[in-house]
């Protein structure tokens, strides 16, 4: 169902209030100027990978070692490149409601296990 014009103004005035506001956030919620970026890399590391197939082949038709070494290295480095993306960290400070430790007090040191146990307490009581 369309929007009337009257909601779609109201829209439109939220969306330039938001971007006046934090126009870090609005441009991040808008999520165009990520993708390219995210196609660029994934395309540059399959030119590595593809390279590196190319150093590969040519090095096991010649019988040079080390030119394979490089190759497979190129491979591994393009898919590696390829694959990763950049986290974007959030922000820092109060999460779940619980305050971030002081500086100069002293954290006691608990086992894996306690601190799972105690995970898993507090997660029954939610």
Known sequence: MPLSENEQRL????????????????????????RPATIR???????????GLGLLLVAVYNKIIPLGVLGFLCMLAGTAYALSFRRKTGPTGVVGGRAAPRRGAKRRRS????????????RREQ
């Open 11 to 34: 829209l439109e005035q939220m969306e330039r209030a938001l971007y006046a506001e934090d126009p870090k956030f609005a441009s991040t919620m808008r999520g165009a100027k990520g």
């Open 41 to 51: 890399r994934f395309v540059i590391g399959i030119g590595g990978l593809v390279l």
């Open 111 to 122: 086992s894996f296990m306690q601190r799972l146990e105690q995970r898993w307490d507090r």
